[in-house]
């Protein structure tokens, strides 16, 4: 690994960090030179992009490579939405040579590294159709330090000089994927000429693993985002990548990393998709982009750990908390023999309410973790009672448990070993539709709470600010990302929360952290409403490691919003065709179009549109390639948020008629149109979600399926030791 993948200045700011910024320093200025004077101006931005080419030290060739096989490369810095003003490098090898071309806008070439010579051409006609003769006007050789600016009737040639790769910046009047109708000439006499599409591929700067792995222990901000489909990625990832798959990422991106100048290295198996997610962020204005060199297989191939499963950071530390602090548990024969002879204790179950209802324990409580230190006064007040703790796996069971204890209550905690997978793999059955509201904490319960609670965030390192504290923090949000979440229930927060404010309920929050952030080293502030409820999810954020984690108590008389939290979409390249849910259901009557659910493949098992397929969204194109040439795409998903999204991109690819349905599935059901249910029409297996195995319908396969999964969680520990620093600080327990 070179010094410049490692190199960071006195400020801690890593080199692509640093590129970012000048780039963006450099379109600022051009921006405003060119919206002073129109390409008038163009002279001035020449001088700005010469400057920005003598920082050589932040286009290192590693970022940028090159090779034998791939002699010349284009990559993307920055590019409109619109595919306005556009940015990029130019590499090559020496010898790396253009036939004479134009652009149709204007361009502005200046030099990093190498020397590349430009020989302008006039284009002149002549008596022949489909020739025209090139006339030499000047030779440029472009290093760092110079520059060529062409008008868009300009026609040059490229060629690479000397014995240096070259390294050039291009900064065009418009995206080279908006350039159909540019021409290339058989010689450079003239002669024929035809029109040339843009580059197959542009890339985007590269990282290498090793590179990888130091950026994620250096200190300073970095998110990893892995853009296949999420069924793919728990298949086979890095630890600490987020699942953003490349059609979803107008829902997600904002949610995961909303600070825009955030060290983002995008991740897939092998590069086929990770160049087109950073194109696509790039667009929305994420800039500081890296892609790993050779995905996840070039990660395993440089001797990194590999995972499976999904919430792997969060799983992996529930079982380092059984294996380090030897969390107390119970075996379901054991539970089933106490729960017989009438013993006093009480289960509670700490997974969701929704999760709740659809599978319980028969006997069980829902105590959902976040609300565990916070309620289990109310559940078990006599301290004698054995309290059981269970999910339906493993991590919940153990996090939750030890949550008690460390928070010191007086009552025996354990957590129920492999939770209900392992009541069901003993043969006996599970309690469904159960629901209850949580029961409120009394005057004396609170107030132990608040101490007991208080007391582990403390030792946790979680700290409380004020309103002036928080203030500075938003201030600097821009420079640091700052995550501000209310943990407490759904049913809380839609009955008022702080406005901007993020809804995850606490258990939620440590269980799946992946699925709210993927910005490692930021900053985590949590609504503390009661006293309780933040502090206990703060203590295991800070545990779990990896952010800074805070606590903001909200003024009583603090302006609030209600209802459910707004999701940002952020807005694509072209505008989708839309169709109502009528005309959607008399197109498919007519036999004429095909409708394909792109969202999740559970639900749509349940319920779904009569005769809709179910595909996720990278694999459309694909299968739309399939149907008759004349047929309507149709597509839908719960409320047609992405399937508005997937359209417009589907569209622009396959150059079919796609339309979204208004609405979406929700306004197919509401209409009263007919629905179906079951697995026969999902064409993309388990590509969209990780597949449990509660919903294999077959018990055989259930249970093997359980005894797998319950294996893979014990194994974690192990593979935590093969990946070195995770930056997991448990606490001691309480005195």
């Not at 940028?64 to 409109?80: G, K």
Request: some cysteine.
């Amino acid at each position: 690994m070179s010094n410049t993948e490692l190199a960071v200045d006195a400020a801690g700011n890593d080199i692509a960090s640093q590129r970012t910024r000048a780039i963006e320093a450099f379109l600022r200025e051009a921006r405003a030179l060119i919206a002073a004077s129109g390409e008038a101006s163009l002279d001035d931005v020449a001088e700005a992009l010469v400057r920005l080419g003598l920082q050589g030290v932040l286009f290192p060739h590693e970022h940028f490579p090159v090779s034998a096989e791939r002699p010349a490369q284009v990559y993307r810095l920055a590019e409109d939405l619109d595919g306005g003003f556009a940015l990029y490098v130019s590499t090559g090898l020496p010898g790396k040579a253009q036939p004479p071309h134009d652009h149709t806008t204007w361009a502005v070439i200046a030099g990093i590294a190498g020397e590349e010579r430009n020989v302008v051409y006039r284009r002149e006609s002549t008596q022949q159709p489909g020739h025209d003769r090139l006339v030499p006007q000047r030779t440029v050789d472009v290093h760092a330090g110079s520059v060529v600016v062409l008008s868009p009737t300009d026609v040059h040639t490229i060629e690479l000089i000397g014995d240096q790769p070259g390294l050039h910046l291009h900064f065009y009047g418009q995206a080279l994927e908006k350039l159909d109708r540019r021409v290339v000439f058989d010689g450079k006499e003239g002669g024929g000429f035809r029109h040339f599409a843009p580059p197959r591929e542009i890339r985007h700067a590269a990282i290498s693993p090793q590179a990888l792995k130091a950026a994620l222990a250096d200190g300073e901000e970095i998110a990893v985002l892995d853009v296949r489909e999420t069924g793919v990625f728990t298949h086979r990832h890095l630890l600490f990548a987020a699942s953003a798959p490349l059609w979803r990422l107008e829902l997600l991106i904002d949610r995961l990393v909303p600070r825009r100048d955030t060290r983002i290295v995008l991740v897939d198996a092998d590069e086929s998709l990770a160049h087109q997610a950073a194109g696509k962020l790039v667009r929305l204005g994420w800039r500081n982009l890296s892609v790993l060199q050779g995905g996840t297989d070039g990660w395993a191939a440089a001797g990194y750990e590999i995972f499976s499963g999904s919430n792997v950071p969060s799983k992996a530390f529930g079982e380092v908390i059984e294996h380090r602090k030897h969390t107390p548990w119970v075996s379901v024969d054991e539970l089933h023999e106490r729960v017989s002879r009438g013993d006093p204790l009480v289960v509670v179950d700490s997974r969701t309410p929704e999760e709740f209802a659809d599978f319980s324990l028969p006997f069980a409580h829902n105590l959902p973790g976040g609300e565990l230190v916070y309620r289990i006064g109310e559940i078990a007040p006599d301290p004698s009672t054995l309290v059981v703790v269970n999910c339906a796996g493993r991590t919940r069971s153990i996090v939750g448990a030890q949550t008690l204890i460390d928070a010191g209550i007086p009552n025996p905690v354990v957590s129920l070993k492999d939770g209900t997978m392992a009541w069901l793999l003993a043969g006996r059955t599970l309690a469904h539709g159960r629901a209850a509201p949580l029961p409120e904490p009394g005057d004396k319960a609170l107030a132990s709470a608040r101490t007991q609670a208080a007391d582990v965030a403390a030792r946790a390192g979680v700290r409380r600010i004020d309103a002036a504290e928080l203030a500075a923090f938003e201030a600097e949000a821009g420079e640091r990302t700052v995550y501000r979440f209310d943990v407490r229930s759904r049913e809380e927060y839609r009955a008022g929360h702080l406005a901007h404010w993020r809804w995850a309920p606490g258990g939620q929050l440590v269980q799946a952290t992946d699925e709210y952030l993927a910005t490692r080293r930021a900053r985590i502030v949590l609504a503390d409403w009661d006293g309780v409820r933040a502090l206990t999810t703060g203590a295991w954020l800070a545990q779990l490691g990896g952010h800074e984690v805070f606590v903001f108590a909200p003024a009583p008389n603090a302006e609030l919003v209600t209802g459910a939290e707004p999701v940002t979409v952020q807005p694509v390249r072209s505008v989708a065709r839309s169709i109502s849910v009528g005309q959607a259901a008399a197109l498919l009557a007519a036999g004429t179009a095909q409708l394909f659910d792109v969202d999740r493949r559970a639900p749509y098992e349940r319920r779904h549109a009569a005769g809709a397929r179910f595909a996720v969204p990278d694999r459309l194109e694909a299968i739309v390639a399939d149907l008759p040439a004349d047929a309507t795409v149709l597509l839908t998903s719960p409320d047609g948020v992405l399937a508005r999204i997937v359209a417009a991109e589907l569209a622009q690819r396959s150059g079919r008629d796609v339309r979204a349905l208004v609405g979406g599935t929700e306004a197919w059901f509401a209409a009263g149109l007919p629905t179906a249910s079951g697995a026969d029409g999902v064409l993309t297996g388990d590509d969209d979600h990780w597949f449990s195995p509660y919903q294999h319908a077959d018990l055989s396969q259930r249970d093997t399926g359980f005894r797998e999964y319950l294996a893979w969680e014990l194994g974690l520990v192990e593979q935590l030791e093969r990946e070195g620093e995770t930056g997991i600080r448990l606490v001691t327990a309480a005195s």
